[in-house]
């Protein structure tokens, strides 16, 4: 297994995505960010389709929708682009491949997780001519996630620890991360209004899958469970009839936040809401591939003092090295045996999507 589709820059990973598709024959369509990347460099989401347009099964594989997130999402694309047996598996007539590469660009760039406004991507699909869910839980906690200090105080440490020993571990998970639109510079902000990404993105899948009538949608992501472990997370309609069907195609493990089975809270905005409002005649079978990288208190803190960095733009730059390589580090496992994890276990998925969209449509 080649583990050059690893990169350890954005840059090198779009460079190698762009050309993986090449070498495949495929064309791509680039949307320019408005901002540089940290060295300079065009941003983009970069879209590259294999198949038919018109094909009314569609495959796609998607990275870096949590910007930093995007070095192991942007490698199991570019594996599966130079593998010519994946590659001849996916020329079905009534089967197209699309593939998304670096959905957030800037945070991507700039080792952030969020977006260039501070925005959770994944929180971001909601209605905003609606009112903007509250999240009183996170009003409480917030001035103990982001204290004026880095590294934080014992004390607003041990106030998270109590609110877990009230509460219980799973109720502080939520309050954190399901997504708020109070704080905008605190973790997990869901933004007040679309961001470049999310339109982008909708624009995108209204062009290629509004005609489909069935999608299998593989989002990779990185930070929670056991390290080198791809959780597959349902991500759909919370219908019995969806979630048997997801297990149908990728096995008995898959996991919901709905039943509580999975590593992630239950979020709010998150893109498969976009999907099936983009493409609402379509049957939408969603996976997040979760890959576990460091513990979950660790990657909190990393987290925490990367935002506290974005408040402290005047920090020091060998902090700010720090505290960049301390974010990556919670999100990119630089490993043999990680690299390995992640494609022999996304190689496995994918081809159960394939598999899952030759079957009889329900």
């Known amino acids: 297994m080649d583990l050059s589709c690893f990169s350890q820059s954005y840059a090198e990973a779009r460079q190698k995505f762009l050309q993986a598709c090449a070498s495949a ?29 018109t094909a009314t099964n569609l495959l796609v594989l998607s990275s870096g929708v949590h910007g930093v997130e995007g070095f192991c999402g ?29 959905i957030n660009p800037y945070g991507f760039s700039w080792l952030r997780r969020v977006n260039e406004d501070n925005v959770d ?19 409480a906690l917030a001035p103990l996630l982001l ?36 704080h905008a510079d605190g973790l997990f902000f869901a933004g007040t209004s679309p961001t470049w990404s999310n339109q982008q993105l909708r624009q995108v899948i209204r062009r290629l899958g509004n005609h489909c009538r069935r999608i299998g949608w593989i989002d990779v992501h990185t930070g929670l469970g056991p390290c080198g472990v791809g959780e597959r997370i349902y991500k759909g309609l919370n219908h019995p009839g969806d979630i048997a069907r997801a297990r149908s195609w990728w096995g008995a493990q898959v996991t919901t936040s709905a039943d509580g089975t ?43 003092a990367d935002h506290w960095l974005h408040t402290h733009p005047d920090t020091a730059h060998a902090r700010r090295v720090q505290i960049k ?38």
């Open 25 to 53: 024959g495929l064309e791509v369509q680039s949307h320019p960010h408005p901002l540089p990347g940290s060295d300079g460099e065009e941003l983009a989401l970069d879209v590259a389709l294999a198949g038919s347009p």
């Open 74 to 102: 942007s490698a199991v694309q570019v594996d599966h682009l130079r593998n010519r047996e994946w590659m001849q598996h996916g020329q079905r007539q009534d089967l197209a491949v699309l593939y998304l590469h670096a």
């Open 121 to 139: 991507l994944n929180r971001n699909f909601i209605d905003f001519a609606q009112p903007l869910p509250d999240n009183p839980d996170y009003h």
């Open 147 to 182: 204290p004026r200090r880095q590294p934080p105080t014992l004390l607003s440490t041990l106030g998270l620890a109590g609110y877990a020993l009230r509460h219980g571990s799973k109720a502080l998970q939520s309050a954190i991360t399901r997504g708020q639109h109070s």
């Open 262 to 304: 999975s590593s992630s809270a239950m979020l709010n905005g998150t893109l498969d809401l976009a999907v099936m409002e983009e493409c609402p005649h379509a049957q939408y079978n969603g996976l997040t591939l979760e890959y576990g990288t460091q513990p979950g208190p660790r990657v909190l803190a990393a987290l925490r």
């Open 325 to 362: 390589r301390q974010l990556r580090d919670a999100f990119y496992i630089d490993t043999e045996r990680w690299k390995r994890q992640v494609l022999e276990q996304a190689r496995e998925v994918t081809a159960l999507t394939l598999r899952g969209l030759a079957t009889r449509l329900e």
